[in-house]
């Protein structure tokens, strides 16, 4: 996983969140996508995962996850919707 410091980060959020947007989707963004820092990229990473505007690949490539980690994180992401639902992003 990328360090909170890389300085790709804002670079990164920006383009994620213009893809977004492109889709037409950014309305349905909460406040965690914003400002731009690890955090925020791992929200924007996890909306579009479950809007299908990024695969996994992506998002390993995005947040510079190596195979574990992205397991890991999108486990979680699948664990945390199965227990809270829809709208956890």
Known sequence: MRPATDPE???LHQQLHLRIAAQGV???LSDKAGP????????????????GILTKAEIGRVLGADRAELKALVKGWYDDHRAKGCGTC
């Open 9 to 11: 980060i804002p670079s």
């Open 36 to 51: 731009a820092g690890l955090e925020s990229l791992v929200y924007l990473c996890k909306f579009a995962f479950f809007t």
């Open 26 to 28: 950014e309305g349905w």
